[in-house]
Structure formats: structure tokens, C-alpha cells
């Protein structure tokens, strides 16, 4: 019987992960340029150890997250410190405010190519996991939790999120603005950009120093 992963054991195995690669010679990533394409190979290098030492229902990240279980309900992203962004799918406007709806579990590499070995090392530089409830974008949340303190009416947050191109008809907006006077927004740390998916960039994250309820940095040589 395989132990089932828990978020804890998926943080520790996290950690042992960005040590054993980042002394690891990959010979299938020299030479690559496509950012996508070692993110994919990283991604499935790493689930395919947890599914095979762990009871762990892993999904298919083109049509949703990597760990969709309730009890796990995280998704990996890989990717490089020259620009650590990635994409993920749009849902609804409310992402951008009250997060995604999962975790995330976030690798940052430095990409090292050997001519003579003819293999890649990356060196992990960063690796942090992000709750849920921190996966919203900081500066909206940060504006709008200022306006409440500032007594903001309905009106008051339209009209910011209308300013801030918020993809969303009157309605959806006004059932926002209703929502985020009833429940005020926690401190997000993402910046997350409109586009036919939401690109995310992990920024802030990478030089995060201090100390944030719901963020652990697993990995932090930056």
C-alpha cells in the first residue's frame, strides 16, 4: 500500500525534488530554448515520482489541474527566472479578486547547458507553495481592501474594476461589487493579467522576504 500524499509530504517531496535535479544532468532538455517544453518535461518528471511512490490521483494539466483532490487541490507550474510567468485558464472575473480556486505549487529554474556533457542542469532557484486564498492578484486586492477601510460604496468598486479593464458585463460587476462589500478580499500576492487565459507571474513571490500566512517557501536561493 502506497502512503496517500498530503499537502505536507508534497511540500517536503518538493523540496528533495529541486535538490536531486538541480545536480541531475538531463540529457532530453540540452539545447532546449522552449520554455513550455521544459516546463512539461519537469512537470511530468515530477508527478510521475509522487504517482509511483504515492496514492495520488494526478489529472491531466491540459484540461484542468495537476492534483484536482479536494484534500490536495493544487497545480504545478515550471517555470524560468529569466521570467517567471505562466498561463492558466480563465474561469470568471472573480479569480482575479478572490483567487483561483486552488493552490499552486511553483518551480523556478535556472536553465545551465553543458557543451561537453551535451546535458542541461537547472538549478533550482526558487520553489514556493502558494494557498488558495493568497492566489488573487495583489494589486487589485490591495487597492480594494484599502477602499473598504475607506468606507467604498457599490458605485466606488465599479468603477475602480471598470478602470482596471476587469473582464466582466455590468451584471457580473455588480454582483462583484456586492459580493466584495459583503466579503472583504484577503491580501493576494500574484500578478495576474487579463488575456484569453490568465497569465500569472510569480514575481513577487521569487523575492518575497518576509514571512506571509499561506505562502512557504520551500526552495529560496534568490
Given amino acids: ?62 484540461n484542468g489541474i495537476d492534483m484536482p483532490s479536494d484534500d490536495i487541490s493544487t497545480d504545478i507550474k515550471v517555470t524560468s527566472i529569466e521570467q517567471p510567468q505562466s498561463s492558466c485558464p480563465f474561469k470568471s472575473a472573480k479569480q482575479k479578486i478572490y483567487g483561483l480556486g486552488y493552490n499552486l505549487l511553483v518551480f523556478v529554474y535556472e536553465k545551465i547547458d553543458d557543451p561537453t556533457k551535451k546535458v542541461a542542469r537547472l538549478n533550482f532557484v526558487s520553489c514556493s507553495f502558494i494557498h488558495k486564498h493568497r492566489t488573487a492578484d495583489f494589486q487589485i486586492t490591495k487597492t480594494i481592501r484599502q477602499m473598504l477601510d475607506n468606507n467604498a460604496n457599490s458605485d466606488d468598486i465599479i468603477a475602480y474594476l471598470t478602470d482596471r479593464n476587469l473582464p466582466a458585463d455590468e451584471i457580473t460587476m455588480r454582483d462583484l461589487a456586492e459580493e466584495i462589500l459583503r466579503n472583504k478580499p484577503v491580501q493576494g500576492y500574484l500578478t495576474i493579467s487579463n488575456a484569453l487565459q490568465w497569465r500569472l507571474q510569480y514575481g513577487r513571490i521569487v523575492k518575497l522576504t518576509e514571512s506571509v500566512e499561506g505562502i512557504i517557501r520551500i526552495v529560496n536561493k534568490t
Avoid: Q, W
Avoid at 518538493?14 to 538531463?26: D, H, L, P, V, W
Avoid at 522552449?34 to 509511483?52: N, P, Q
Avoid at 511512490?53 to 494539466?61: E, K
Fill in 1 to 62: 500500500m502506497k502512503p496517500k500524499l498530503t499537502i505536507e509530504t508534497l511540500i517536503k517531496e518538493a523540496k528533495s525534488f529541486c535538490e536531486r535535479e538541480s545536480n541531475f544532468g538531463n540529457k532530453e532538455l540540452f539545447g532546449v530554448t522552449d520554455g513550455k517544453a521544459v516546463g512539461t518535461f519537469i512537470e511530468h518528471k515530477f508527478t510521475d515520482y509522487l504517482d509511483k511512490n504515492y496514492d495520488v490521483f494526478i489529472g491531466s494539466s491540459a
